[in-house]
């Protein structure tokens, strides 16, 4: 109505001077001339000034975007809803000099509803503008740097890097199977005589811990005696090294029979001598009592080197190779660590907890370490040489398919697929998809992947009513072209 008003106000003033240039005698000037003037000096007074991008940001003064761009100026004779001059439908927003085209307005929810011409939804809100050049068939998504500085997208360059993995895994300590002694006696023995030594105490190879007395054993040493002191049969080399073998296989310590040989004399008893270093576990010998042949008397263990045995859960096997570097912490021993490696990856998995067992030989000098003392093992399965990784946070992961996105610069970013490897320390490894020194972007990625989506239905959608539209305009009354 405000139109038809001005558009016959014009048209009075232009007839009236008419009239008056012509009674002059003077040529009259081009109506349309005379309606701009009045349209000028209708307008040359804004109500208030709007967002450039249709944004809902008004100004009552002249003013500027972030960018540099000057709000739109709102004159009175503008529709109240858009903020633009009142057209027909079928007309699309005129772009102002120096600024971008816009193709169309989308939908500020995501719904698939476009609009030629700026428009609110039912709940109020404006539709967002897409310029040309948004809209892109390349594949990437393109950004403004205002949204770019409000969503706070960020990029990192793929490097080169060694990825550590920590496998954690609990345990105990155990001795080492190969490190322990048993002293028992081959023939029936009486105990003389003890040595100072209990359950606990730390002894040496070589250090006497008991005497006994065996008939057995004293009529082999009796007989070896006899032999090597005979005048018939000293000088014979195969005479006597029968006796001696009887010896050695009762057991008797060498260094017994070496005196022996020296003293040519038989002990009444036999000193009985601690086989290795180690700490006796257990002590079973009592002065007097009578052992029998295979009774264990003494149990000797050197705990300089022990095992960790560690359960893996079954998901971290494929990870686990024998000589893989070893950190153990001891619950006894806060803030100190044990070094150790992978000596040996048990063939079996437990079906109740699905977990391995996992050997680990640890050095153990000062004897910190117990039997059985509880443990936290990490093992680092990680790659022995640098790998191109990303962050961990600059993947898009749906469960079958893993891809990033690359900043190619002006605000246009790349959707690219990779394949990944290792995972560690918020890095993980890249086996096909980028290069070394791509920029990726590693903050907003799920914001920038919603755009694409979000472009991409809505294009989908914007096609499919243009093909409709052309569809039905090529159609007549009858339904024939």
Same mark, same amino acid.
């Given at each position: 109505?405000?139109?038809?008003?001005?558009?016959?106000?014009?048209?009075?003033?232009?007839?009236?001077?008419?009239?008056?240039?012509?009674?002059?005698? =003077?040529?009259?000037?081009?109506?349309?001339?005379?309606?701009?003037?009045?349209?000028?000096?209708?307008?040359?007074?804004?109500?208030?000034?709007?967002?450039?991008?249709?944004?809902?940001?008004?100004?009552?003064?002249?003013?500027?975007?972030?960018?540099?761009?000057?709000?739109?100026?709102?004159?009175?004779?503008?529709?109240?809803?858009?903020?633009?001059?009142?057209?027909?439908?079928?007309?699309?927003?005129?772009?102002?000099?120096?600024?971008?085209?816009?193709?169309?307005?989308?939908?500020?929810?995501?719904?698939?509803?476009?609009?030629?011409?700026?428009?609110?939804?039912?709940?109020?809100?404006?539709?967002?503008?897409?310029?040309?050049?948004?809209?892109?068939?390349?594949?990437?998504?393109?950004?403004?740097?205002?949204?770019?500085?409000?969503?706070?997208?960020?990029?990192?360059?793929?490097?080169?890097?060694? &990825?550590?993995?920590?496998?954690?895994?609990?345990?105990?300590?155990?001795?080492?199977?190969?490190?322990?002694?048993?002293?028992?006696?081959?023939?029936?023995?009486?105990?003389?005589?003890?040595?100072?030594?209990?359950?606990?105490?730390?002894?040496?190879?070589?250090?006497? =811990?008991?005497?006994?007395?065996?008939?057995?054993?004293?009529?082999?040493?009796?007989?070896?005696?006899?032999?090597?002191?005979?005048?018939?049969?000293?000088?014979?080399?195969?005479?006597?090294?029968?006796?001696?073998?009887?010896?050695?296989?009762?057991?008797?310590?060498?260094?017994?029979?070496?005196?022996?040989?020296?003293?040519?004399?038989?002990?009444?008893?036999?000193?009985? =001598?601690?086989?290795?270093?180690?700490?006796?576990?257990?002590?079973?010998?009592?002065?007097?009592?009578?052992?029998?042949?295979?009774?264990?008397?003494?149990?000797?263990?050197?705990?300089?080197?022990?095992?960790?045995?560690?359960?893996?859960?079954?998901?971290?096997?494929?990870?686990?190779?024998?000589?893989?570097?070893?950190?153990?912490?001891?619950?006894?021993?806060?803030?100190?660590?044990?070094?150790?490696?992978?000596?040996?990856?048990?063939?079996?998995?437990?079906?109740?907890?699905?977990?391995?067992?996992?050997?680990?030989?640890?050095?153990?000098?000062?004897?910190?370490?117990?039997?059985?003392?509880?443990?936290?093992?990490?093992?680092?399965?990680?790659?022995?040489?640098?790998?191109?990784?990303?962050?961990?946070?600059?993947?898009?992961? $749906?469960?079958?398919?893993? $891809?990033?996105?690359?900043?190619?610069?002006?605000?246009?970013?790349?959707?690219?697929?990779?394949? =990944?490897?290792?995972?560690?320390?918020?890095?993980?490894?890249?086996?096909?998809?980028?290069?070394?020194?791509?920029?990726?972007? $590693?903050?907003?990625?799920?914001? &920038?992947?919603?755009?694409?989506?979000?472009?991409?239905?809505?294009?989908?959608?914007?096609?499919?009513?243009?093909?409709?539209?052309?569809?039905?305009?090529?159609?007549?009354?009858?339904?024939?072209?």
């Amino acid at each position: 109505m405000s139109r038809l008003i001005w558009a016959g106000a014009a048209a009075a003033i232009a007839a009236a001077a008419g009239v008056a240039w012509t009674a002059r005698g =003077l040529p009259r000037p081009p109506i349309a001339a005379i309606v701009s003037a009045a349209h000028a000096a209708d307008g040359a007074a804004p109500i208030y000034y709007r967002d450039p991008d249709g944004k809902p940001f008004y100004s009552a003064t002249p003013k500027k975007t972030a960018d540099g761009r000057d709000y739109l100026p709102v004159a009175a004779d503008t529709d109240a809803g858009t903020g633009e001059p009142e057209r027909s439908a079928d007309m699309a927003a005129p772009a102002a000099k120096g600024e971008r085209k816009v193709r169309y307005y989308r939908n500020p929810m995501g719904l698939p509803d476009t609009s030629p011409v700026p428009k609110k939804d039912s709940m109020g809100m404006d539709y967002i503008a897409v310029y040309d050049g948004e809209d892109s068939d390349d594949g990437m998504v393109t950004l403004s740097p205002g949204k770019i500085q409000r969503t706070g997208v960020k990029s990192e360059a793929a490097q080169l890097r060694r &990825i550590r993995t920590l496998v954690r895994a609990p345990g105990t300590i155990q001795l080492d199977e190969r490190r322990v002694s048993v002293i028992a006696m081959r023939a029936e023995s009486y105990v003389q005589k003890i040595a100072d030594v209990t359950t606990g105490s730390r002894v040496t190879k070589g250090q006497p =811990l008991m005497e006994i007395y065996s008939p057995a054993i004293s009529s082999a040493a009796a007989e070896y005696v006899a032999t090597i002191t005979s005048k018939t049969t000293a000088n014979i080399e195969p005479y006597g090294r029968g006796s001696k073998q009887r010896l050695t296989n009762l057991d008797v310590p060498e260094p017994v029979i070496a005196e022996m040989e020296k003293s040519r004399t038989v002990p009444l008893a036999i000193q009985w =001598l601690s086989p290795r270093d180690g700490i006796v576990l257990q002590r079973a010998a009592i002065e007097g009592m009578r052992a029998q042949p295979g009774d264990v008397l003494f149990r000797i263990a050197d705990v300089s080197v022990v095992w960790a045995l560690v359960d893996v859960a079954e998901r971290d096997l494929g990870s686990m190779v024998v000589g893989q570097q070893v950190m153990v912490r001891a619950r006894s021993y806060p803030g100190r660590t044990f070094a150790g490696q992978i000596s040996v990856i048990y063939p079996q998995v437990n079906k109740d907890t699905r977990t391995a067992r996992v050997r680990i030989e640890l050095q153990n000098a000062d004897l910190a370490l117990l039997p059985d003392m509880y443990v936290d093992a990490e093992i680092d399965t990680g790659s022995p040489a640098p790998v191109l990784t990303v962050a961990d946070n600059a993947i898009l992961d $749906t469960g079958s398919r893993q $891809t990033v996105l690359l900043d190619r610069g002006n605000g246009r970013f790349e959707p690219r697929e990779v394949k =990944l490897g290792r995972r560690g320390e918020g890095y993980v490894e890249i086996r096909d998809g980028i290069a070394e020194g791509d920029a990726v972007v $590693t903050s907003a990625t799920f914001l &920038i992947d919603a755009e694409s989506n979000l472009k991409a239905a809505i294009k989908g959608f914007a096609e499919a009513g243009t093909k409709q539209a052309a569809g039905e305009g090529g159609m007549t009354d009858g339904g024939k072209p």
